[in-house]
């Protein structure tokens, strides 16, 4: 908004629309107004946009203030709109106030007209800033679930202090054998095993979490079968205040197996230099 505040003002009185126009900047408003007297010609002025305030008399002769309210509704929602009237009584105000008019000054009370806009103004800049950073996380949370999804890795999202576990991803509902509303919403020491859920906690559940990632293998218990090798990679986090742990889980079980075939066969062949060194020696 600039320095010049715009105003779309529907008024049939010229007389009632000069005092308000100067009752406004005598209280230091810079204001372009421009004067509407129709349906017609309000519903022109909402379409052309632009205004940063939209003031309305009540009782007009062809058009009554809460269809003109409901029309800004419509055609400008986030302009924040006030009625300043000669007739107006409280059970229609709050009606009024319930449609979604920002506020109401009697013609008579107009010195309170410049209270009720800078409050008017105040309120509709909170709502778009509001609505801005709405929308800042809404788009934020898109990227981080489409992130999230295409992890190669089981993700577990959990909170350091509770364990609980707050977001999964498809992989993990693979891994752990459980759908994802049975992952969500529980702990973390369902699903690990006692001694991988010890190094877990020994990493993030004291007052102080790691500066960095932190590696480590553990096992899993799926829901149903033997425990599962993993590797494990966990990263500690602040997300809204709120001191949090994503993990990374990969399988290894491919891999134990063959480090396990490696050592077999080593021990097999150290068995067998010592038989042939035996046999040589006899």
């Known amino acids: 908004m600039s320095n010049v505040l715009r105003i779309l003002h529907l008024e049939d009185n010229e007389s009632d629309a000069e005092l308000i126009s100067l009752t406004l900047e005598r209280r230091g408003f810079a204001c372009e107004i421009e004067r509407v007297e129709t349906r017609d010609a309000f519903a022109a002025g909402l379409e052309r946009g632009g205004f940063d305030l939209i003031l309305s008399d009540f009782s007009l002769p062809s058009f009554n203030g809460l269809a003109a309210l409901e029309l800004a509704q419509q055609l400008q ?108 919403g529980s702990n973390v020491e369902r699903l690990l095993t006692p001694p991988t859920l010890a190094e877990y906690r020994r990493q993030f559940a004291g007052a102080t979490l790691p500066s960095e990632r932190v590696l480590f293998e553990g096992e899993i218990a799926p829901y149903e079968g033997q425990p599962i090798s993993v590797s494990v990679s966990a990263t500690p986090i602040t997300l809204y205040g709120r001191r949090l742990v994503l993990a990374l889980y990969r399988d290894i079980t491919d891999r134990k197996k063959a480090e396990a075939e490696i050592q077999r066969l080593h021990a097999e062949l150290a068995q067998n230099r010592a038989k042939l060194a035996a046999l040589a020696g006899s």
């Open 77 to 184: 929602p986030d302009v924040p709109f006030l009625f300043v009237s000669g007739t107006i009584g409280e059970e229609v105000a709050i009606e009024a106030l319930k449609r979604g008019a920002t506020d109401y000054v009697l013609k008579d009370r107009l010195p309170r007209l410049a209270s009720a806009v800078n409050r008017a103004l105040e309120d509709a800049a909170e709502q778009v800033a509001l609505k801005k950073a709405e929308e800042a996380m809404i788009q934020s949370e898109y990227k981080y679930r489409n992130l999230f999804e295409c992890l190669s890795e089981a993700a577990l999202l959990a909170d350091s202090v509770s364990g609980r576990v707050l977001d999964t991803n498809r992989q993990a509902e693979i891994l752990f054998g459980r759908p994802r509303a049975q992952i969500v």
